[in-house]
């Protein structure tokens, strides 16, 4: 974890300020938080990697529909599922522009989402 952070820093440091590298490395670390359920910095990570990505990046590229999916995760399993909702909606949409309907990307996507609305009427 802090060999994480102090590798984040030199890549800033190393990098513009907004780079896809830098954003990549700011989603792994959403990621990582995530698998140790510190959910709140998680978030934060997740919420960045997709600012810079969607300043930095075409509004359909592959790459935000990915911090969009992970940050619907985050919201899904905290239960905040309207949100989880709209995100996995956004990357989907954007997911079935950028690859073929049977990509694992879509895939993916589709299920948790499916998921999602299960767990709703439940």
Same mark, same amino acid.
């Given at each position: 974890?802090?060999?994480?952070?102090?590798?984040?820093? *030199?890549? %800033?440091?190393? =990098?513009?300020?907004?780079? +896809?590298?830098?954003?990549?490395?700011?989603?792994?670390?959403? !990621?990582?938080?995530? *698998?140790?359920?510190?959910?709140? !910095?998680? %978030? $934060?990570?997740?919420?960045?990697?997709?600012? =810079?990505? %969607?300043? @930095? *990046?075409?509004?359909?590229?592959?790459? @935000?529909? $990915?911090?969009?999916?992970? *940050?619907?995760?985050?919201?899904?399993?905290?239960?905040?599922?309207?949100?989880?909702?709209?995100?996995?909606?956004?990357?989907?949409? @954007?997911? $079935?522009?950028?690859? +073929?309907?049977?990509? +694992?990307?879509?895939?993916?996507? !589709?299920?948790?989402?499916? @998921?999602?609305?299960?767990?709703? !009427? =439940?």
């Amino acid at each position: 974890d802090r060999l994480r952070r102090r590798a984040l820093q *030199l890549e %800033e440091l190393a =990098m513009s300020p907004e780079s +896809p590298g830098l954003a990549r490395s700011l989603n792994e670390l959403g !990621v990582l938080y995530y *698998l140790q359920d510190n959910h709140e !910095v998680a %978030e $934060q990570f997740f919420k960045r990697a997709l600012q =810079m990505r %969607e300043n @930095i *990046l075409s509004k359909d590229h592959a790459d @935000i529909a $990915q911090s969009l999916h992970n *940050l619907a995760s985050l919201y899904n399993a905290q239960e905040r599922f309207s949100l989880a909702a709209s995100l996995y909606e956004r990357a989907l949409a @954007i997911r $079935q522009k950028a690859f +073929p309907s049977e990509h +694992p990307s879509v895939a993916t996507t !589709v299920n948790q989402l499916a @998921i999602l609305y299960r767990k709703q !009427v =439940m």
